[in-house]
């Protein structure tokens, strides 16, 4: 099935509350419940649904400003980052959170024009997520003490300007 990515709409919302996470995943990951309200009516903290096909597969969210300047060790204007992303327990291991974070590039700038790169925390009892990432391009570029543990920081540069097809 083909992967993609749409911005969170209301229509996706039962399937994401239906989303189940393995429990070894729970302490690394916001669960759609947890993170829905969160994202409502906050255009700096945007919800990205992962579909498989047409079925709804996962939840991230796109952040600016202090929900991303949290992240990094001193404020960037030009940066994005990704958080609480969460895959389907049942289509983990198909290579869905590959597909989905390798469509970024195109992504970010149609939803943040000013993007220049995507940051995100990964924590380091959480190696396969870490793998996930840089098949899809990040690199590790700091280590951070999180809520949970140590933590890697992960970079993804974003083409300026953007390409065609990015906007």
């Keep these: 099935m083909t992967t993609r990515l749409v911005p969170l709409s209301a229509h996706h919302e039962a399937a994401l509350l239906a989303l189940t996470l393995p429990p070894e995943q729970r302490p690394f990951t916001t669960h759609p419940a947890d993170l829905l309200p969160d994202l409502r009516g906050d255009p700096q903290h945007q919800g990205v649904t992962i579909l498989d096909g047409d079925e709804v597969a996962g939840l991230f969210a796109l952040s600016s400003g202090p929900h991303c300047e949290k992240y990094?060790?001193?404020?960037?204007?030009?940066?994005?980052?990704?958080?609480?992303?969460?895959?389907?327990?049942?289509?983990?291991?198909?290579?869905?959170?590959?597909?989905?974070?390798?469509?970024?590039?195109?992504?970010?700038?149609?939803?943040?024009?000013?993007?220049?790169?995507?940051?995100?925390?990964?924590?380091?009892?959480?190696?396969?997520?870490?793998?996930?990432?840089?098949?899809?391009?990040?690199?590790?570029?700091?280590?951070?003490?999180?809520?949970?543990?140590?933590?890697?920081?992960?970079?993804?540069?974003?083409?300026?300007?953007?390409?065609?097809g990015s906007a």
């Design 72 to 164: 990094l060790s001193e404020p960037d204007p030009h940066a994005v980052a990704v958080s609480s992303l969460s895959i389907d327990a049942s289509r983990q291991g198909r290579g869905v959170g590959t597909a989905a974070m390798r469509q970024l590039p195109s992504l970010v700038p149609t939803l943040f024009p000013a993007a220049r790169r995507v940051v995100l925390v990964v924590n380091q009892r959480n190696p396969a997520a870490r793998r996930v990432y840089e098949k899809a391009g990040f690199t590790v570029t700091g280590e951070r003490q999180g809520p949970v543990g140590a933590q890697w920081v992960m970079t993804l540069a974003l083409a300026w300007p953007p390409g065609p």
